[in-house]
């Protein structure tokens, strides 16, 4: 279990999926990242990709995302995804069963923050950024959040500014459009 650590919901518990495939960002790694992102989770629209608990997607609607779309391929996740929406009593939400990358070549819908936190195995960080930039799945002045295990190579000219923190074997980047 995991719990949500700032606003509306703090303290609230989330269910994790019962599966060694996924790994919950640990409490105190998703409190920095949403202290960095300040607060331009207010009012935004949110994609939580690879989102296994939605541990990332429930904490920005907790503090006051408009609402949030979740993305991930295993089942068990969607289950936990469901349950959680449904503890917190939340209804802005989308919560789809579906390859990441499939659902990205698709998608017509524009996000302010995108959260990208794939199992640390797989090596999709540079399509999933290519292709939310050449989609445009990232509005103007949006925010794509990447956690990796290994530090990454970022096209910084991409962006307006690239931020990097590192918290254990936790790499974050803060990719600002």
């Known amino acids: 279990m995991i719990r949500i650590t700032g606003g509306e919901n703090r303290s609230r518990l989330l269910e994790t999926p019962n599966t060694t495939l996924t790994k919950p960002t640990m409490d105190k790694v998703r409190a920095a990242v949403f202290n960095a992102l300040g607060d331009s989770v207010k009012f935004a629209r949110v994609l939580d990709l690879f989102a296994g608990s939605g541990s990332y997607g429930f904490e920005a609607l907790s503090r006051g995302a408009k609402e949030a779309t979740f993305i991930d391929a295993s089942y068990e996740s969607i289950k936990a995804i ?21 659902f990205l070549s698709q998608n017509i819908m524009e996000f302010d923050i995108i959260f990208a936190d794939p199992p640390y195995k797989l090596d999709v960080y540079e399509a999933v950024v290519k292709t939310l930039i050449e989609r445009k799945i990232v509005n103007d002045g949006g925010i794509i ?15 307006k500014s690239v931020r990097f923190y590192k918290y254990g074997l936790a790499k974050i980047y803060i990719l600002r459009k």
């Open 145 to 159: 959040v990447l956690e990796s295990e290994r530090e990454l190579k970022i096209d910084e000219s991409l962006f």
């Open 82 to 102: 469901k349950k959680n929406a449904a503890n917190l009593n939340r209804e802005n939400v989308e919560i789809l069963n579906a390859d990441v990358l499939s």
